[in-house]
């Protein structure tokens, strides 16, 4: 057995960004300072295995841009439930993944230790660490993109809960008999709010009225099926009635999701970001109002709603500081 | 001005437990057993100051039977938002106060430190210290009675959020326009389980259809207005079909809200009490259900659901060992 034994203080960690459609890889000093970022589909369908051969293919590249450097552990946030103590994706549906040991596998292929969490614990790692999150000790992340995930954060430390998914602000319910979710259960924040539930809402009311969406239409080149969110949001911002009805309906939801959020949790930072708050004009405002409506009162004096400040290098960034504080002390066997 | 030394290690500390109705107060060792307990009722619409001189002669009376043992702090739990840090009762909708400085008045009129929070936090503070949450470092606590209201424990401490309403889960959105809350909001979890919820749905039905619930009408003497949520629990124990199928929904409602709040903080142990809990027959296996099929999957695998094991005693107790540990720096100085 081979053991490669780690420098006391890496110069370098290596962030990982692994996504249902693409896999962003980036070398991060101790500062939280992107050197270089690599990014590439992720081809979910070729299996578990191919994915950790593209994930170990950009950390060699690395490797060999600056073989000099000693490089630390390595950090990546998944796109699904995981579980940080053992290492194990449980559930990604949108990568279709079950109980997949990645950390032992990356660690045999790379001999360097490797500490996974979920890709928007992550993403919050960096907002604490390095962006608008900084020197605050109790806040909430909501990141809304194709699904709906979420981080919470108690006296400065991350919230794992009992197996690592504590945050899944997506399944809670806010209809109780509303539309089914991916994750089985009905009327999740998610099945109103993620990307996937809106273009479905949107394909839905287009068929039903052609007319009154004329420009969402059109971007989708005529084409009811090719609806998506990201088109949703532009047709808003064009001016298309349709879309633009559906933003406001998105972002109602929303804020009522936000509201049992900030009634239980009574964070002093609520942090949005992801592809549909930023796709979606006015989607934070219009959430904020709702939020303003619905939360007690003795809730929403202390809270601040802030936009994501890293934008998308924050999943990698945060996996890159979250190996660094705290994959450090583990020794990795690999085979001979 | 006055200033009363407290003993290094008191023997007793008092825990209150100031609800809407009544006023329990106890003398608590250092062990979280009661020496004795006081309960009357609570005079509400005598106003706070009022309230605070029933509080104070309860104190007194202890004091007075046992003049020789040394009493330390005070522990108040309150049924409303409470901001512990500054002592201040935020709103308690069923006692109409608001903002009211209760440690400031209780202070000053038995010059010992006192220690304020929520009712629902005291109770869990109680179940975690002497109760079925020993040992446990994450959990969640819902309590359904009048109100329905919660705690969270994470990493062995109250999470009290940024102005002390952490766990409001009784103002979680479950239906995002639903009947209107308390609270002013929609929809809220309850607004369908909470006993005044319960009331309202229950007295709708029977008189929409007296004929399908003979033994609810009858235990509340004929009288439609007079249906409590505690009528409908004991019809229901007695086979009335309306008042059975109350429970059902309500069951079927508590467990959609304990699945969003079990995906978003993944606890270890639920631990459920009150009114409503402990008087509606077959209610936590009826949630339970509901929260297996709705809660993700590796949310429930740690999950253990557990009744609360002080019972109506966890409130006093609670207070009182919180007030132990969380008050005894504090000098107090009276008027003179």
């Known amino acids: 057995m081979q053991t490669r034994t780690l420098p006391a203080e890496a110069t370098y960690t290596i962030g990982i960004d692994l996504g249902a459609t693409k896999i962003e890889a980036a070398l991060v000093d101790s500062k939280g300072c992107i050197v270089e970022k690599l990014r590439t589909p992720t081809e979910a369908p070729g299996g578990p295995d191919h994915v950790i051969e593209?994930?170990?293919?950009?950390?060699?590249?690395?490797?060999?841009?600056?073989?000099?450097?000693?490089?630390?552990?390595?950090?990546?946030?998944?796109?699904?439930?995981?579980d940080s103590d053992n290492g194990v994706v449980r559930r990604a549906p949108n990568l279709d993944w079950r109980d997949f040991?990645?950390?032992?596998?990356?660690?045999?292929?790379?001999?360097?230790?490797?500490?996974?969490?979920?890709?928007?614990?992550a993403i919050t790692y960096g907002e604490c660490r390095r962006g608008v999150g900084r020197?605050?000790?109790?806040?909430?992340?909501?990141?809304?993109?194709?699904?709906?995930?979420?981080?919470?954060?108690?006296?400065?430390?991350?919230?794992?809960?009992?197996?690592?998914?504590?945050?899944?602000?997506?399944?809670?319910?806010i209809e109780r008999d509303g539309p089914p979710c991916s994750c089985g259960n009905r009327g999740c924040?998610?099945?109103?709010?993620?990307?996937?539930?809106?273009?479905?809402?949107?394909?839905?009311?287009?068929?039903?009225?052609?007319?009154?969406?004329?420009?969402l239409l059109r971007l989708a080149g005529g084409d009811v099926a090719k609806i998506s969110a990201a088109l949703v949001g532009q047709a808003a911002t064009q001016g298309d009635a349709l879309a633009?009805?559906?933003v406001e309906e998105t972002g109602?939801?929303?804020?009522?999701?936000?509201?049992?959020?900030?009634?239980?949790?009574?964070?002093?930072?609520?942090?949005l970001g992801g592809g549909i708050i930023e796709g979606f004009p006015d989607l934070i405002e219009i959430a904020q109002r709702e939020l303003g409506r619905r939360a007690l009162a003795s809730a929403l004096k202390p809270l601040r709603v802030v936009r994501s400040k890293l934008g998308a290098d924050a999943g990698v960034i945060g996996a890159a500081l979250f190996a660094r504080e705290n994959a450090r002390e583990r020794k990795i066997s690999g085979p001979e």
């Open 54 to 82: 593209i994930a170990v293919s950009m950390i060699s590249t690395f490797f060999l841009r600056d073989a000099s450097s000693p490089v630390g552990p390595i950090g990546v946030g998944v796109a699904g439930q995981v």
């Open 135 to 173: 020197g605050i000790s109790n806040l909430v992340c909501v990141f809304a993109g194709t699904g709906v995930g979420g981080a919470v954060v108690i006296g400065g430390k991350l919230l794992r809960g009992s197996s690592g998914t504590a945050g899944e602000f997506g399944h809670m319910t």
């Open 244 to 246: 633009r009805a559906l």
């Open 189 to 215: 924040l998610e099945a109103f709010v993620g990307g996937w539930a809106i273009a479905q809402r949107a394909r839905q009311k287009v068929a039903a009225e052609p007319t009154r969406s004329a420009e």
């Open 252 to 271: 109602a939801t929303l804020g009522a999701g936000l509201a049992a959020i900030v009634n239980a949790l009574n964070p002093e930072l609520l942090i």
């Open 101 to 121: 040991p990645i950390r032992e596998r990356l660690e045999a292929a790379v001999r360097l230790p490797v500490a996974v969490l979920n890709d928007v614990q």
